[in-house]
Structures are given as structure tokens and as C-alpha cells.
């Protein structure tokens, strides 16, 4: 089946039974459905259809004698089934044509309107919200909407119509956008291929976070940021961003506006060059987590994100870190399974940070590192380092407590653990290595390796004043 987007006007709605199967004692007809370039298939026996006809002759006044009469003899013959098939064609074909405007909800739901037609997919959001919107906003907890939901809604509201098609007031589009307004917790998941049966790829639709006014957390993943509108509208309350598998540059997401204005700088900040646009910074973001993206660089975009504190940048594909000076208030930063080979001057990017993971990376030395003195936590496992000397460079931070330097070729010099600790001097017994507390067999050790390096120093004092005699 070939991938479609979503038809940007409602177009002639068409049905035909393409096909059946047998199922054990009884026979499925393959219907699919077509609104335009979007297409899905839905499986349904003949007593399904009996059920939906008794439904719309209560309901609809449908006349009874639309529906082909059911049969017993000879139900799954061949030329039985055919004829079947056109009959039952015919049948959802006249219905389509008897109610062009609003369907009614059994034919909808019959047809799973709800999961693919927009119309359909409001309106059963709409009932859901209805039902118990309120009791989720009490709740406070994290709403789950699929991008084919939110660009269903978008359109809904792009559309001049009007907010209940149906006459149903449980699916008036106004309980949405009650809903969206007072929201504070969302979570958007998209989708790699098309959607169920269908043809639908979700990540070719465009969708509008502007209808959402109180958001402090949202969480997207599995979507591109080409279609994700309307982000910048939630600058002012935001507090958490988390966005996976959807970007590959940090500016995409942080300055969406950088696609019209070339040259643009951060409110409040100076700039020597003519700029085109002065962009709002996220006042109140603090946290932002871009992990498992195509992320190659931190890119000037940071400096709209003054107020961070803890920044995921993992599992991304960072050689160099740059601009996080911006950051004046970053606290814990993973910057974990990256292609970093070499990190200089840690401590004019990373400022007084507490917690820093490096794991997963190709680094061999760690002298960037020696200013880092508010370190209180630093992960170096699974990277290239196999010198132990190298630890020298972090043996005189203040605040370390836990290093984690597992699935290093050092790892496997004798006695490892108690040759590292030594470096941290009388600090030995405070630091937690590779997640497993300081022995006092360990520490005994610790205190004769440090008197055994005690004794050399002395020895090559003495023998360095000699020579100069």
C-alpha cells in the first residue's frame, strides 16, 4: 500500500469490499475505505453488518430492507460469498450516500471513522474528554495524543465549520479545546510506518501545539520537527521539554522562527551583528531532554535556555561540546554515547555543575577535566581510557563522591580499584568507584600504596639534589 498524507479538504468519501477470507465456520469481508488519497482496510462478517443495520434502522429510520437477507444453506459457497460481496458493497455504498454529511456514529464506528477519518477522530476524543477530561486534569497526570489525533484537531480548527458535526454534544469539538487549555502534562508519540491499516505516515502531518495554554511538560517522540508547529507558543510556561528520535539540529526545535529570520539573537542579549529578529527566551525551562536524537552540535540555540539545570543530550552524535557556557545554571549534564575523543577545558563549558556522564564515549585522557570542582558525581565508563595516571587529573576534586570508570581497558590492570583510589589521596574512602563502596581491606591497601608513592617522591627529591651538588 503506498503512503499518503492526510487529505487537506474533505473529499468524496468511497467503499468497496475488496476481497473476503474464511474464518473457521464463517466468512470475513475486506472492506476498505477511502477519503481521498488516504485509504484503510477494515475486516467485518456478514453478522456485524446485521448488528450495524439493526442499530440504524432504530436509529436512522434506515429502510430494513436495505441489507441483504442472511442465509443459511450453503453460507460459505463460493458464488454465495460473491454475490454477497457486491450486495454487501452496495449496501454501505448507499448508506455513504444517504448521509453525506454527518455519519451516523454506529456506520462511523463500523467503518473506524474513530481511528483514521478526521471527523471520526475528534469526535471520539471529544466523547473521551467529555466523559472524563475532568477527572484527568484532577488527576494530574501525563496525557498520551498521537500526532494523527492533534493534526486531526488542527484541521478541525482550520476548517469553517461548525464545532458538532453529529448533533451529538458529547463530541463537540469544544470539550477538546477545554481540555488542551487547562492541560499541564502531554505526551506525543508517533509512529515509524503507516498507522494500523491504513496508509496513513504520521510523520508527514503537520500538527499545532498553540492550543495547548498551560503546559509545564511535554514529551514527544518519533516525530520530525518539520511538523511540529506552534512549540514556540509554550516559551512562557514550560518547564520540562523531553524529544526523542525527531530532530537533528537543537535550533529546530528551540528557535522554529530561525527557518524565516537568518540572523537572530536571544532576548536580551547583545550583538555586534545586524540582526532580523529578537527571539523570546523559554523563561522558565529548566529541564531539556534531546537524548536519542542526530544531534552533530550544540549549536548557539542554548542561549534562549538561560534557566536550564539538567541537560540529556545522550545517544546523540556530538564530537565537540561548545556554547553550554550559556548555561549559567546547568547542575547535571549527560552527554553519554557520543563520539567525544577529547574534552578541553571542561570547566569553562560546564561552569559548577554536580553530575556529569561521559559514558560511552572514545575518550583516552581526562585532563580537561581538573577544574570540574563542584563534581560531585562523574560516569567515565565504556570509553578508551587505559593509563592510570590519567585519574590524577580528577584525584584533587573537592566534591567527588562517585566515579564510575567500569568497561575500560584499565579496568583490567591488578589491583584496579585500590591503585585508582590512591590517586584521591585521603579522600580515598569517600569515593564510591564503579558503584561499590571503599573496603577497609581496600583502604588498608590504599595506605601503603600511598606511603610506598610517599617514599619514592622522597627518594627523587634526594636524588634530584644531589645532581645539583
Known amino acids: 500500500m503506498e503512503s499518503a498524507s492526510f487529505p487537506e479538504d474533505v473529499l468524496e468519501r468511497k467503499v468497496c469490499i475488496v476481497g473476503s477470507e474464511p474464518v473457521e465456520n464463517y466468512t470475513v469481508y475486506i472492506i476498505e475505505v477511502s ?33 441483504p437477507p442472511k442465509k443459511m444453506l450453503g453460507k460459505n459457497s463460493k458464488s454465495l460469498v460473491e454475490r454477497r460481496q457486491k450486495e454487501l458493497e452496495l449496501y454501505l455504498q448507499t448508506l455513504l450516500q444517504q448521509f453525506p454529511e454527518a455519519t451516523p456514529s454506529p456506520l462511523a464506528c463500523f467503518l473506524h471513522f474513530h481511528l483514521y477519518e478526521i471527523n ?33 484537531v488542527s484541521q478541525q480548527l482550520r476548517l469553517a465549520k461548525p464545532t458538532c458535526c453529529s448533533g451529538d454534544a458529547k463530541t463537540d469539538l469544544g470539550h477538546i479545546l477545554d ?23 504520521e510523520s508527514s502531518l503537520p500538527f499545532d501545539l498553540s492550543v495547548f495554554k498551560s503546559l509545564l511538560q511535554i514529551e514527544i517522540s ?46 536580551g542579549a547583545e550583538s555586534g551583528c545586524p540582526i ?18 542526530g544531534i552533530s552540535t550544540i549549536d548557539s540555540s542554548v542561549k534562549l535556555i538561560p534557566k536550564v539545570e539538567f541537560l540529556d543530550l545522550s545517544h546523540n552524535k556530538l564530537s565537540t561540546v561548545e556554547n553550554l557556557q550559556h548555561l549559567y545554571n546547568l547542575v547535571h549534564v549527560d552527554l553519554s554515547y557520543n563520539c567525544l575523543q577529547v ?33 560531585v558525581n562523574l560516569d567515565l565508563s565504556h570509553n578508551q581510557l587505559d593509563q592510570l595516571e590519567e585519574i590524577r587529573n580528577i584525584g584533587s576534586l573537592p566534591c567527588l563522591e562517585k566515579l564510575n570508570l567500569s568497561s575500560n581497558p584499565m579496568c583490567i590492570i591488578p589491583d584496579y580499584r585500590t591503585k585508582v583510589l590512591a590517586q584521591f589521596g585521603d579522600r580515598a574512602s569517600e569515593v564510591c568507584l564503579d558503584g561499590q563502596v571503599t573496603t577497609e581491606k581496600e583502604l588498608d591497601t590504599v595506605e601503603v600504596l600511598k606511603a610506598i608513592q610517599k617514599a619514592k617522591e622522597v627518594k627523587d627529591r634526594m636524588s634530584s639534589g644531589d645532581k645539583k651538588k
Open 35 to 67: 477519503d481521498g488519497e488516504h485509504r484503510w482496510t477494515v475486516k467485518h462478517r456478514y453478522s456485524d453488518f446485521h448488528d450495524l443495520h439493526e442499530k440504524l434502522t432504530a436509529e436512522k429510520k434506515v429502510d430494513r430492507r436495505l441489507l
Open 179 to 201: 481540555f488542551t487549555c487547562r492541560l499541564r502534562y502531554l505526551k506525543v508519540s508517533g509512529t515509524r510506518g503507516p498507522v494500523g491499516s491504513s496508509n496513513i505516515q
Open 276 to 293: 532580523t529578529a529578537v527571539i523570546p527566551v523559554w523563561r522558565n525551562l529548566t529541564t531539556l531532554d534531546m537524548s536519542h536524537n
Open 120 to 152: 471520526g477522530i475528534t469526535a471520539a476524543l471529544a466523547e473521551e474528554l467529555f466523559n472524563k477530561g475532568e477527572q484527568l486534569l484532577q488527576a494530574g497526570e501525563v496525557f498520551s495524543l498521537y500526532p494523527l489525533q492533534l493534526y486531526s
Open 343 to 375: 574534552l578541553e577545558a571542561a570547566h569553562t563549558r560546564l561552569g559548577n555543575i554536580k553530575t556529569l556522564s561521559l559514558a560511552g564515549n572514545q575518550l583516552q585522557q581526562l585532563s580537561g577535566l581538573t577544574k570540574l570542582y563542584s563534581l
Open 222 to 267: 518519533e516525530c520530525s520537527s518539520l511538523q511540529i508547529r506552534g512549540l514556540s507558543s509554550l516559551r512562557s510556561s514550560l518547564a520540562t521539554l523531553s524529544i526523542h528520535h525527531s530532530m537533528e539540529t537543537m535550533t529546530s526545535i528551540l528557535v522554529p522562527e530561525s527557518s524565516e529570520f537568518s540572523q537572530w539573537e536571544a532576548e
